[in-house]
């Protein structure tokens, strides 16, 4: 009931032009990447009138923007951090929008021995063994999180092997895939870039399917009492809408060489 | 495009209005501590640009001094940034070619009883054509940069993504034809200009040559 009120009164105030706001979205170079925002935000922005900016960082550094006021709404995926930000009072509340899967990519050539297997944390822990290259993003990104808590879970110390054979790269997916292309390493990836990388180049995907590769993203309002100069009501209809029927069918129904990239799964 | 044109030239305008007065200031003015002042413009001509970004972040942020203009991502907050990194260049070049110039016209100058100061405008005026050279510099520095841009800018569609943003994020996407063929398309345009300003300066310096 309440909901439906709050969702009646966003179409009333995004209807009028007047109303119309521009949010800043602090997201993830995987959502930009893939070009999910582009096939998305302009059916939101036709729904509602207000006009969204993408900033395309890493999860970290997109919390890290949005703690400082720079933003208006989050859309990231690393749960922990999301939830840390919610608690801290720099965030209204986070909701469950999407989710895919991280794949773990490599050498075609398969030096360690890992292609086919479902279980990713033996399969580090074989390319760990081998002195397999493994290229990090190593940006406090939710995949570089998402990484790291394999190997922590594989127990593997990464970081005596830094500058070994890990490579921590300090940069975005795309940027690191390129690296890894051109050392033929292995590397974790979120699906949606890895179908829209288009220089995958002697690598391939070598493990998937793993429910420790599960992979969701959350969307947060910055919190006015914080920020009061973000535009809350037009952050909380972004919200609404990316949760709501006609963002999650959006979401659903935007894909990339025939393959669905994103699974809504928003609770409501 | 445009836009890359747009933030580059209104970068190297705003420098050149700092730049050059400062840079002859520095050249005629003798004041305690402009040794050390000549130096240090002279080092920030290697301000990296990445270094620029996060300070004007920090500073055009919410949280930092002036969040409140709210200048964040925005093409303004990328042409501070430029700025930031073209008037040291526009400033030490022109303090060079006015030094050079008030070494070889002073005498002649004060003995028509023209002051220090007074002579700058005649300084500058004369040292135009190298001083082309300067804003060329500058304009190459502006037009070529991603680090800062990048940061302040956020490289949001239709906002703040210029050239160079634009080929950093096809080359992350794996674009790599894409990338490549845009960065010819910039070089081109940079080109395109130096070439210009250039013929234009090589064209007034001959008539110059035939008038006397």
Redesign the interface.
């Known amino acids: 009931m309440i909901r439906a009120l709050v969702l009646t009164m966003a179409g009333v105030f995004g209807a009028g032009a007047a109303w119309a706001e521009v949010i800043v979205l602090q997201s993830t170079t995987s959502t930009q990447n893939s070009g999910l925002l582009d096939a998305i935000l302009p059916q939101f922005e036709a729904a509602t009138g207000h006009e969204v900016r993408v900033v395309a960082v890493g999860t970290g550094q997109a919390i890290r923007n949005a703690r400082n006021g720079d933003g208006d709404v989050l859309l990231v995926h690393a749960r922990a951090a999301e939830e840390e930000f919610v608690a801290q009072g720099w965030g209204v509340e986070r909701f469950d929008v999407m989710y895919n899967d991280f794949i773990l990519v490599g050498p075609a050539t398969d030096p360690a021995g890992i292609a086919g297997s479902v279980d990713v944390v033996t399969a580090l822990a074989a390319v760990a063994a081998a002195r397999g290259v493994f290229a990090s993003r190593g940006d406090d990104s939710g995949t570089h999180k998402a990484e790291l808590r394999l190997w922590s879970e594989a127990g593997v110390d990464v970081g005596g092997a830094s500058g070994g054979w890990y490579r921590e790269t300090g940069s975005g997916m795309g940027a690191t895939l390129n690296l890894a292309a051109g050392m033929q390493a292995h590397v974790l990836t979120d699906r949606a870039s890895w179908t829209a990388f288009g220089n995958k180049d002697g690598l391939e995907i070598l493990v998937e399917g793993d429910a420790r590769l599960f992979n969701q993203y959350g969307v947060i309002a910055v919190n006015p009492e914080r920020h009061p100069h973000v535009q809350a009501e037009a952050a909380q209809a972004f919200i609404d809408w990316m949760t709501g029927p006609e963002g999650q069918a959006a979401i659903a129904g935007f894909d990339l060489q025939g393959r669905q990239l994103f699974f809504p799964n928003a609770a409501r | 495009m445009l836009l890359s044109l747009r933030v580059s030239l209104l970068a190297v305008v705003f420098a050149a209005l700092i730049g050059l007065p400062l840079g002859a200031a520095l050249a005629v003015g003798r004041f305690p501590g402009r040794r050390a002042l000549i130096i240090l413009v002279n080092a920030l001509m290697g301000l990296p640009p990445v270094v620029v970004g996060l300070l004007v972040y920090l500073a055009l942020?919410?949280?930092?001094p002036f969040?409140?203009l709210?200048l964040?991502?925005t093409p303004t907050a990328m042409i501070i940034a430029q700025v930031v990194l073209v008037t040291p260049i526009i400033a030490a070049l022109t303090r060079q070619t006015v030094e050079m110039l008030d070494a070889e016209y002073a005498e002649t100058l004060r003995s028509l009883g023209v002051s220090r100061l007074a002579s700058v405008p005649t300084l500058l005026w004369d040292g135009r054509l190298a001083l082309m050279t300067a804003l060329l510099a500058g304009f190459g520095r502006a037009i070529a940069e991603v680090g800062a841009v990048m940061i302040v800018g956020?490289?949001?569609?239709h906002?703040t993504r210029v050239m160079t943003t634009t080929i950093a994020?096809e080359?992350?996407?794996?674009?790599?034809a894409l990338a490549l063929a845009l960065g010819a398309v910039l070089v081109i345009l940079s080109v395109l200009i130096t070439g210009a300003v250039s013929m234009a300066g090589m064209r007034s310096a001959s008539q110059e040559v035939r008038h006397a």
């Open positions: 942020s919410r949280s930092g969040g409140v709210g964040l991502y956020g490289n949001i569609n906002v994020l080359t992350s996407k794996g674009n790599l």
